[in-house]
């Protein structure tokens, strides 16, 4: 049975040449969002995707494959889900930290002090976290991750039905642990991020295309 993909947006950075990073994938019966850059929102309601999504897995919490999260979050869009939560995937531990971080730039402070109050992805969405050892299934897709080389957590996807595979590489270069991911085997760790001196001057390339494999 094959998968099918369809590309909300892959412009990088910014939404200048349409919208930023998100891909629909799904088969006959389940539809997952891998990311959610600015302007992916209003492409899924344009093509009538909002009401058929059964969950959202992000790459990586750079900007311009999350930020649309803020107003899917909001009680427009969640009326075209059904109002039901739907499960979000993040990085562990920085995906939780960044969410709360866009709540407190977006939402009112609490009157009682409670710093730790849900923030509006928590009552929007079951937000769930993950990394490279987690492995889950969405309906009959199974999901993998396999870390990547970036300046902050960031993790390749790949999502298979058992006949067809796919694997999204979000902003990872070529690597053996992507090469891994996409064989299905175990990826080999990552080497540790290097840091802002330690980097390289040169800019990074800003790859966020699909990859399908058999």
Known sequence: ????????????????????????????????LLDCGPGSLERLWQRGCLGRLDAVVISHMHADHILDLV???????????GGAPLPLY???????????Q???????????????????????FHVREYDSADR???????FSFAAT??????????????????????DGSPSDA???LAAG??????????????AAPQRRAHPSKAVIGA
């Open 149 to 170: 080389a970036h300046a902050q957590p960031c993790f390749a996807t790949r999502v298979t039905n058992g006949s067809a595979t796919l694997v999204y590489g979000a």
């Open 185 to 198: 085997k175990l990826p080999p760790p990552m080497p540790p991020a290097r840091t802002t001196a330690q």
């Open 71 to 81: 107003p899917f979050s909001g009680e427009l869009a969640q009326a075209f889900t």
């Open 102 to 124: 866009l709540d407190a730039a977006f939402s009112r402070p609490p009157d009682d002090g409670d710093h730790e109050h849900p923030t509006r992805f928590d009552t929007a």
């Open 1 to 32: 049975m094959a998968l099918a993909v369809e590309v909300m947006g892959s412009a990088g950075a910014a939404p200048l040449q349409g919208a930023c990073p998100s891909y629909l994938v799904s088969d006959t019966s389940t539809s997952v």
């Open 178 to 180: 992507l090469d891994a």
């Open 136 to 142: 889950f299934n969405l309906g009959p897709l199974e």
């Open 90 to 100: 993040v990085p562990r531990e920085h995906g939780p930290a960044v969410l709360r």
